[in-house]
């Protein structure tokens, strides 16, 4: 059983840098997890590795759960999330890389060029975002950034708004894998990263939060910003070149 340490490290810092950048860590894992593995296996790892992930989080930063977004922005995340899912098989990978790729550097141009961004804190909003966020997390194996825009307007305490995402983000993930498991993304010659991976978000969550007390998150945001660029540049010219 051969595994590849330089990809469980690359994990470990994703996570890290996921949990302090706020955007979370599938923004910087299905990309590189897509270096080692077919992009349908990258969708079905990314969902089991997210879920020990968003449990830590939910233990960790535990300060109440906002019952409102719950409904508004978790509700259309999972049943977005199962549509995305499921759209997947009728796809080709090659698209579904270049569609990622385009969502990375769009993405992080988008906070980059607009540091100021608000959404209106309204029930209509909650509900466009979290199903925005869960189809492309479905579709792409990444949302987590497009929910943490809709959120922030919502001016939520640090802890119940890492708390309050990592409760949605567990349901959509759990979805997900349900619907990846049934469509055959998660192979058997796969597994064998799967209990590596589960330590990695458990602790990767851990350093995060404790680096998050000693590091400005805005600095480091725009630090996360820059790296989604050129992930998302990389992504494409891997795509586009190969």
């Not at 059983?1 to 840098?17: D, P, R, T």
């Not at 270096?35 to 989080?57: E, P």
Request: aromatic letters at 12%.
């Amino acid at each position: 059983m051969q595994i590849s340490g330089v990809f469980l490290l690359l994990a470990l810092l994703a996570e890290i840098v996921g949990t302090i950048g706020g955007f979370g860590s599938s923004v910087f894992f299905v990309p590189i997890a897509n270096f080692y593995f077919d992009f349908h296996s990258v969708l079905g790892l990314t969902a089991i590795f997210h879920l020990s992930s968003n449990i830590s989080k939910i233990v960790l930063f535990k300060k109440g759960l906002d019952k409102r977004l719950l409904l508004w922005i978790g509700v259309p995340s999972v049943v977005f999330v199962i549509a995305g899912g499921f759209i997947t098989q009728y796809l080709d990978s090659g698209w579904l890389e270049i569609a990622l790729g385009i969502f990375l550097v769009g993405l992080s141009l988008l906070f980059l060029l607009r540091k100021n961004l608000v959404i209106k804190a309204g029930n209509k909003e909650a509900l466009i975002g979290g199903s925005l966020s869960g189809f492309t997390a479905g579709l792409l194996g990444t949302g987590g950034a497009v929910r943490g825009l809709t959120m922030a307007a919502f001016n939520l305490e640090k802890s119940v708004f890492i708390s309050t995402s990592a409760f949605i983000d567990f349901m959509v993930d759990l979805s997900r894998t349900v619907v990846y498991v049934q469509q055959g993304f998660v192979h058997g010659h796969d597994l064998k990263y799967v209990p590596f991976l589960f330590a990695i978000g458990l602790f990767g969550t851990y350093l995060g939060k404790r680096l998050l007390n000693h590091i400005p998150q805005e600095r480091f945001k725009r630090i996360s910003l820059l790296l989604i660029l050129l992930i998302g540049c990389v992504t494409l010219g891997k795509v586009l070149i190969g």
